[in-house]
């Protein structure tokens, strides 16, 4: 599970923030004991805040320490794709990434900091009986391995100024590597939408069609960390479909197919056709039963079908998944229901982890005090992250309704209108 993540001098994010999973109110079912760490951690955390604020940017940069992990062997030749603050002397700072986990009970820490040219600095240390320990430790390029681990030797062989270590040990089999690696790598992402093309995409997650295909190892993409999934059961399809009826679409089954495409090509005759698979979901009216295509569905049908897959593998792996804008194209019932599954011990027995965005302030009302917080934008155009919990207190934790004292400015982290600039554009006023 997630213990913490801290990030600075990304896109937005200049000085560090840190988004943290540990409970400040222990007394509940969803805050998980962890004995080792002394600690109990949340299943979910929510991010708040105006538009423009650095919301999504506070997922976007774990979900880019993720791809991270994953690529810079492959694809970090010429350039690391960092994300730097434009402004403020951002572009010749480094970039700075913290992930703390706990992984069969050990508290692991991994730390980086790199920009465009080099990795500067990168490490891995463990807390075996709550005393730290280095698995390695590269700083430039000096690498220092853990003693015992010479399996890992091999990494200084292939380690460049642009390829991250960990990209590189994750591949020897070393327990203390691979294990937090495939935590890492199992994070799931939905919402995220590309911000420059020049640059590669970011965060991946589970598709939903293989929760309904007869033939689930039919191309599909298999993510590390959560190999068990490769061939949902019987049952998986019908938590599935049962995730599906849930929404009261009036959906009653899927069908996943193939069906012809034809394609002329000049001077062939007849044309020629390919073969492609399709999606329908099986809609019920009375006592008819009709398949419509799935692009041919609203988009909020859309969004929570491609929903389901990712959270089922998240709470069946105990991985974490993270969702940028929740509520875009869901009814706030829905939302609620999506945090009901992580928070219930009962549907997330793994302790999965959801961390999302909103602007759907009603969700605050099926919220924690500690599972929310709050982005702000200052004067110089950075983002600030503070906990709710932290920013009130007492008061917050006997306030019943977290959504009205957020509306009334209680706590910040709200949108501030200036009328006066729009009617005096408009003409409306001198």
Do not use: C
């Not at 572009?91 to 009970?105: M, Y």
């Not at 089999?173 to 939905?190: K, W």
């Not at 039919?218 to 019987?234: C, R």
């Not at 920013?391 to 509306?407: D, H, I, M, P, T």
């Amino acid at each position: 599970m997630l213990i913490r993540f801290e990030v600075a001098n990304f896109r937005s994010i200049l000085t560090p923030v840190e988004l943290s999973m540990v409970a400040v109110d222990r007394d509940r079912k969803e805050a998980r004991p962890v004995a080792n760490l002394g600690e109990s951690l949340l299943p979910v955390a929510a991010v708040f805040g105006p538009n423009a604020s650095g919301k999504s940017n506070v997922v976007a940069a774990l979900a880019w320490l993720q791809t991270a992990v994953q690529d810079s062997l492959r694809f970090w030749d010429d350039e690391i794709p960092t994300e730097p603050f434009a402004f403020a002397g951002g572009e010749s700072r480094p970039s700075e990434f913290t992930v703390e986990s706990v992984i069969s009970g050990v508290r692991f820490e991994y730390l980086v900091e790199l920009d465009r040219q080099a990795v500067r600095y990168e490490a891995l240390f463990h807390y075996p009986e709550k005393k730290r320990r280095r698995i390695f430790e590269r700083d430039g390029d000096e690498l220092k391995l853990q003693r015992g681990l010479g399996n890992l030797s091999g990494t200084r062989e292939l380690l460049t100024a642009r390829t991250l270590a960990l990209s590189i040990a994750r591949r020897f089999g070393e327990p203390l590597v691979s294990g937090f690696a495939r935590e890492l790598l199992a994070t799931q992402t939905l919402g995220l939408r590309p911000r420059n093309r020049r640059l590669p995409a970011y965060g991946r997650s589970r598709s939903t069609m293989r929760w309904f295909e007869d033939n689930p190892d039919n191309g599909q993409l298999s993510l590390p960390g959560i190999e068990e999934m490769d061939t949902p059961s019987s049952t998986d399809r019908t938590q599935a479909l049962a995730l599906l009826r849930m929404a009261d679409l009036g959906i009653d089954d899927v069908v996943i197919d193939e069906y012809e495409i034809p394609y002329p090509e000049a001077g062939i005759e007849p044309a020629r056709t390919r073969t492609q698979r399709r999606i329908r979901l099986v809609h019920r009216a009375a006592h008819e039963r009709v398949p419509f295509d799935l692009a041919a569905e609203s988009e909020g049908t859309r969004t929570w079908f491609q929903l389901i897959g990712p959270v089922l593998a998240a709470l069946k792996s105990g991985s974490l998944l993270l969702f940028d804008e929740l509520d875009a194209s869901l009814h706030p019932t829905l939302s609620m229901q999506v945090i009901r599954l992580f928070h219930d011990p009962q549907t997330n027995p793994k302790g999965a982890q959801l961390v999302f965005t909103s602007h759907d302030t009603s969700l605050l009302n099926h919220l924690n005090r500690d599972e929310v917080w709050l982005t702000e934008k200052g004067q110089d155009g950075t983002t600030r992250l503070g906990a709710l919990a932290e920013f009130a207190g007492e008061r917050v934790r006997k306030s019943q309704n977290l959504e009205k004292a957020y509306l009334h400015g209680r706590f910040g982290a709200l949108p501030e209108v200036d009328r006066t600039a729009i009617l005096r554009a408009l003409g409306l006023i001198g």
